[in-house]
């Protein structure tokens, strides 16, 4: 009843995947070196301080520049390069979904030069986009466009949640590690006064716990959102099932849920790939299974008698 599955398989659409997929990888290294300065380079500092008292006030010094190279010039650039991620997703989506793009809301999009240009970066590790096929469950081409477009969307958001819920528990575990490390720094270093070991092994440490307690939050505050928009999807699917909305309404309503899908796209904190693939495969199957329930709700609901659907 949709062309979904034929339409995301095209080799222009293919492309927009591949170039946000590099987009979000690209971003995910300026995460990466913002975490090795305030994590293992900070953890370095805090030794050696501990160790050798002359270099206190250098290593203190040196943790307040991180401080501020990370907050003036790789979060920067990571939001510019996750907003371009976005709007190339949001073209994709878009394009297979059937919606209209409103270049009100994101802007310009990136030119046909940087699509390519990032496409081709990441055909460097998988030329044939094996990974990015079928990027929506094929089963929803047996639905109106409309009502897939709802199941396209709801698997985005059930996704995303679970992605960002359990990379949280993640970095708590790893805050929770890094207390015990320090307590286990001042019991070792029996000399040390609480005064020096806060001055000396501490404060270098400092960012690492700023920066995985500022994380933590922003997982689970996208969560938290994700939740939301969730309870929106759902309520969105029950008015489609009930046709309490006409086409053109319910058409409305999936582009503002989509509007949300986007400002969340632009605006969520990364999750490292590695992460990512860990828990891909489970997601994977759970995101299928919840599309081949909410085509076999629908097609089973067209299936009764009229009085019943009213």
């Known amino acids: 009843m949709n062309?979904?599955?034929?339409?995301?398989?095209?080799?222009?659409?293919?492309?927009?995947?591949?170039?946000?997929?590099?987009?979000?990888?690209?971003?995910?290294t300026i995460l990466a070196i913002q975490l090795i300065l305030v994590v293992p380079f900070a953890g370095t500092l805090s030794m050696m301080a501990a160790f050798s008292p002359s270099m206190?006030?250098?290593?203190t010094l040196l943790c307040f520049l991180i401080v501020i190279l990370d907050i003036t010039i790789l979060d920067s650039w990571q939001k510019?390069?996750?907003k371009q991620a976005a709007k190339i997703q949001e073209a994709f989506d878009c394009n297979v979904l059937g919606l209209e793009l409103e270049e009100a809301k994101i802007g310009k999009l990136p030119d046909s030069k940087t699509v390519e240009a990032y496409a081709e970066k990441y055909r460097q590790t998988d030329p044939g986009y094996?990974?990015?096929?079928?990027?929506?469950?094929?089963?929803?081409?047996?639905?109106?466009?409309?009502i897939a477009c709802i199941i396209c969307q709801r698997i985005n958001i059930g996704w995303d949640k679970s992605l960002h819920r359990r990379y949280a528990r993640i970095i708590l575990y790893c805050i929770t590690i890094m207390a015990?490390?320090?307590?286990?720094?001042?019991?070792?270093?029996?000399?040390?006064?609480?005064?020096?070991?806060?001055y000396t092994?501490?404060?270098?440490?400092?960012p690492a716990f700023i920066r995985g307690i500022l994380e933590f939050k922003k997982q689970i505050a996208c969560s938290d959102n994700l939740d939301s928009m969730e309870k929106q999807g759902r309520e969105l699917w029950e008015k489609a099932c009930s046709k309490a909305f006409a086409k053109t309404q319910l058409e409305e309503k999936s582009r503002a849920l989509q509007n949300?899908?986007?400002d969340h796209r632009r605006s969520a904190p990364l999750v490292?790939?590695?992460?990512?693939?860990?828990?891909?495969k489970r997601s994977q199957n759970e995101v299928n299974r919840f599309a081949d329930t909410l085509v076999n709700q629908y097609l089973e609901f067209l299936r009764q008698p009229a009085q019943t659907q009213r």
């Open 3 to 28: 062309e979904i599955p034929k339409y995301q398989n095209q080799p222009k659409q293919l492309m927009f995947l591949a170039a946000q997929r590099a987009l979000y990888s690209k971003a995910k």
């Open 56 to 59: 206190q006030n250098s290593t």
């Open 80 to 82: 510019r390069l996750l």
């Open 130 to 146: 094996s990974k990015l096929t079928d990027w929506y469950r094929v089963t929803v081409e047996q639905v109106p466009l409309n």
């Open 180 to 198: 015990i490390f320090l307590t286990s720094v001042y019991y070792i270093a029996n000399n040390m006064t609480l005064r020096g070991f806060i």
């Open 201 to 206: 092994v501490v404060a270098p440490l400092f």
């Open 260 to 262: 949300e899908i986007y």
């Open 272 to 280: 490292f790939d590695c992460i990512y693939r860990h828990f891909h």
